[in-house]
């Protein structure tokens, strides 16, 4: 039996392959293909035949050479966390607007997964080791003690950043104003026991949907009532979950409205009321936070509050382009720390009049 033969290894073209088919020096190659300036003058005729060689053996220049020789990889990062069995609508609104963006500029983009910020931070300088120009941090949670490991040579962004990042630019949101105008909204529909699923404690954005609830029952006149406020994650099962215990532990009469920190908690609270024979809006209303893709793809469709989750990606694709020139030249960016979004209540089938 013969041996296999062992196949031919493709590889591309390089500049001395070129020089060695047109029967020039690789330096020749290079000054014509990159329309170099040189002190000798390269011949009409030598030209053409460098061009049909580069053409003939399909050569294509080393982009990470030209980028190497520019100080640009015309490559931007994105980090964030992946974790949970729910697909991350959140990041993909974001990264919509991040890639709509970087393919106008002309830019590429790398996704960098973390498990989650506490552990990983020490990452993040591996993933600025000259790949990328600049970094988007999509919803960090760092510590203080984090930030320190943040590489200082890389311009930066930040989306929801609950913490300030130093050198960098935060994009957020009104969150306490979209939810004040939610809660007031179910109270204007005459809902007046009203129960909060909030994010997980210590995140900044939680905090500030539930001050946003918070005084939205104040101003109203009606009583904050601690019960009726339950902190749980930020996918479907923590809403379920959360829910399910109010439930258990002897509220037998089902709230008027629930006041969802986000949309993923309100289709988790959708499926448990379904089970408890309570019909959404008929018996009670419901209201999420972000206007993902979960509010228009449950039933009914989730009143909510909109986050411009696509432009503040596209927009962060701007800032930090701007930032990574700025940082090319030696000078400073003039963006301010923060940029503040608005957002705006989204009303669907969720929420109905309360009945009686």
Known sequence: M??????????????????????????AVSAVMNNAQTSSRIATATRQRILEAAQRLRYRPNAAARALAARRMNTLGVATVVEGQDLNQ??????????ATAAVRNQNVTVFTLHDWRNDVDRLPGFCDGRIDGLILVGPTFTPEGLKVLPEHTPSVALHSNISLPNSVNLETDEDHGAFEAVSHLIKQGHRRILHIAGPSGLVGAERRARGYERA???????????????????????????KEWFSTGHRKAP???????DYLASG????????????????????????????????????????????????????????????AGSEHSHPHSIVFPTELIQRASVAHRRG
Not at 90 to 99: C, D, H, I, P, R
């Open 2 to 27: 013969a041996p296999p033969q062992k196949r031919k290894t493709k590889r591309a073209a390089t500049l001395a392959d070129v020089g060695r088919a047109a029967g020039v020096s690789a330096m």
């Open 90 to 99: 959140y990041f993909l609104e974001v990264f919509n607007g991040v890639m």
């Open 217 to 243: 029952l104040r101003e109203h006149n009606l009583p904050v009532d601690p019960s009726m406020k339950l902190t749980a994650g930020y996918s479907s099962q923590a809403g379920s979950a959360a829910l």
């Open 256 to 262: 008027d409205a629930i006041f969802c920190a986000n």
């Open 269 to 328: 609270c959708l499926e448990v009321l379904g089970h408890q024979g309570l019909r959404v809006p008929d018996d009670v209303s419901i209201v999420g936070f972000d206007d993902t893709l979960v509010a228009r793809a449950t039933l009914p469709q989730l009143t909510t509050v909109r986050q411009p989750l696509r432009e503040m990606g596209g927009r962060a694709v701007e800032i930090l382009l701007e930032q990574i020139d700025a940082h090319l």
